[in-house]
Nanobody
Framework: QVQLVESGGGSVQTGGSLRLSCAAS????????MVWFRQAPEKEREGVAF???????????YYASSVKGRFTISRDYDKNMLYLQMNNLKSEDTAMYYC????????????????WGQGTQVTVSS
């Protein structure tokens, strides 16, 4: 069973930056997508950044419109790490951020992902 462990969350002021990391204990062929979701209090879990890890579209990335141009997802294949660089952070980015992996039918559906980390909290204040 692959385990995902996030780190790098914290408190930052509006306009600041954070880099989240996700360490994977292994890799399986069904981890075609490695992604970042977030969940704010009383809100549904929202997919924010998606990366294709294998196949002809390896390296392709997709972003939610709310973060496009501010967030960048990347992967270090040698270290089996996933990253989320978050710039120009806004108060509405405050949430628990989760790393996930799987072979989703719909990349935006959280229930389609097999592997999940425990989350790391990001708090953005003015």
């Amino acid at each position: 069973q692959v385990q995902l462990v996030e780190s790098g969350g914290g408190s930052v002021q509006t306009g600041g930056s954070l880099r989240l990391s996700c360490a994977a204990s292994g890799y399986t062929n069904d981890m075609i997508f490695m992604v970042w979701f977030r969940q704010a209090p009383e809100k549904e879990r929202e997919g924010v950044a998606f990366l294709v890890t294998r196949g002809p579209n390896r390296g392709d990335t997709y972003y939610a419109s709310s973060v496009k141009g501010r967030f960048t997802i990347s992967r270090d294949y040698d270290k089996n790490m996933l990253y989320l660089q978050m710039n120009n952070l806004k108060s509405e980015d405050t949430a628990m951020y989760y790393c996930a992996a799987g072979r989703p039918q719909n990349i935006y559906h959280a229930t389609d992902y097999t592997y999940w980390g425990q989350g790391t909290q990001v708090t953005v204040s003015s």
